[in-house]
C-alpha cells in the first residue's frame, strides 16, 4: 500500500514526517495522512516524492504482497525464537553432559538416591525437547491464519517457557555434580549469546528496539540499525562458537576471561553504527 511504502522508505531515508513535508511544500499532516491512507498525493507530487527518496513511483505506489500471506507469516518470528530456544536447550544438555562425572545420580525417590546411571542419559532431555518444538511447530500452522495476534504470543510464549524451564531444573538438579565451574558457566553463556546474536539478525527480530544494539544512529536510520545488527549478529555468533568449543575442549581456570571479548566486540559494534550514521547523514546533506 502507498501509505506503508512511504513510511518505510521516508524513514529508510532518515526524514521525520515534517522533513518530508518542508521538502515538499505541504504540511506534516498531509504526510500524516498520507502514510495513514486517508487522502492520496496527486501525481506531481507523487513523482517529486519519488525524486526525494531515491524510489521510482512503481515502488511508492505497489502493493506490497497480500495481505492474507502477510497474515498467515506475522508469527514465524516467535516461531524462529522457539527453535532458537531448542537449540540452546541441546546445548545445554551438551555442555552439562560434558562436565559431569561418567556416573551420576539417576534417579530419586523422596529425595533420596536410589539408582546411579551413565551420564549418557542426560541426552533423554532431548526428547522433551524435541516434543514441545514438534507441537511448537504444529501449532504455528494452525494459529498463523488467526487474526489476533495475541494467540500466537502466548501459545509460542508458553513453550517457550517450558522448553527454558526445562533446561534449568536439568542444570540446577546436577549443578552440584559439575566439574570445573567456571569452564560450565563460560559455555553455558556462550550457548546463551550464540541463540541471542543469532536473533539479533534484522531478518529475524525487524527494527524491534528491544532487542538489538541502541545507539543514537541506529534508533534514528532504519539503515543504520539493520546494518549495525547484522554485523552484531556476525560477530557475536562467531565468538560464540568459538568460545563454546575452546572451552568445551581445554578446561581453563579464568575461562571467564573469555567473555571480555564481548566487551571489545560491543565497542566495534557501536563504532561502526556511528561511522555508518555519518555516512548516511554525509549522503543526505549532498543529495
Not at 524451564?165 to 542444570?171: E, Q
Not at 549443578?175 to 565451574?181: A, E, F, P, Q, S
Amino acid at each position: 500500500m502507498f501509505g506503508d511504502n512511504l513510511k518505510k522508505f521516508r524513514t529508510d531515508k532518515g526524514l521525520s514526517q515534517n522533513d518530508l513535508a518542508q521538502k515538499l511544500y505541504v504540511t506534516r499532516q498531509c504526510v500524516s495522512k498520507w502514510e495513514k491512507g486517508l487522502t492520496q498525493p496527486d501525481v506531481q507530487t507523487l513523482i517529486e516524492i519519488s525524486e526525494l527518496l531515491d524510489v521510482s513511483v512503481d515502488e511508492l505506489v505497489k502493493n506490497d504482497g497480500d495481505f492474507n500471506k502477510k497474515r498467515a507469516n506475522k508469527n514465524i518470528g516467535l516461531l524462529i525464537a522457539n527453535i532458537l530456544t531448542a537449540v540452546f536447550c541441546i546445548l545445554s544438555f551438551t555442555i552439562v553432559f560434558r562436565f559431569l562425572p561418567h556416573i551420576i545420580p539417576a534417579h530419586w525417590t523422596h529425595g533420596i538416591i536410589d539408582r546411579y546411571g551413565s551420564r549418557n542419559e542426560i541426552f533423554l532431555n532431548l526428547i522433551t525437547t524435541s516434543v514441545f518444538l514438534v507441537i511448537d511447530v504444529v501449532i504455528h500452522f494452525a494459529v498463523r491464519r488467526v487474526e489476533d495476534r495475541r494467540v500466537a504470543y502466548v501459545v509460542h510464549s508458553a513453550f517457550m517457557l517450558c522448553q527454558v524451564a526445562n533446561a534449568v531444573f536439568i542444570i540446577a538438579l546436577y549443578g552440584k555434580y559439575l566439574n570445573d565451574i567456571n569452564s560450565f558457566a563460560t559455555c553455558l553463556c556462550s550457548d546463551m549469546l550464540l541463540c541471542l546474536s543469532v536473533a539479533m539478525h534484522p531478518k529475524i527480530n525487524g527494527r524491534n528496539y528491544l532487542f538489538g544494539f541502541r545507539t543514537a544512529e541506529t534508533l534514528k536510520f532504519t539503515t543504520v540499525w539493520n546494518k549495525t545488527n547484522a554485523l552484531a549478529c556476525y560477530l557475536f555468533a562467531g565468538c560464540s562458537a568459538v568460545i563454546l568449543v575452546l572451552n568445551m575442549s581445554i578446561v581453563f581456570d579464568l575461562a571467564y576471561l573469555w567473555l571480555l571479548a564481548y566487551v571489545v566486540l560491543s565497542v566495534v559494534i557501536i563504532i561502526y553504527s556511528k561511522l555508518i550514521g555519518r555516512a548516511v547523514v554525509k549522503n543526505d546533506v549532498q543529495s
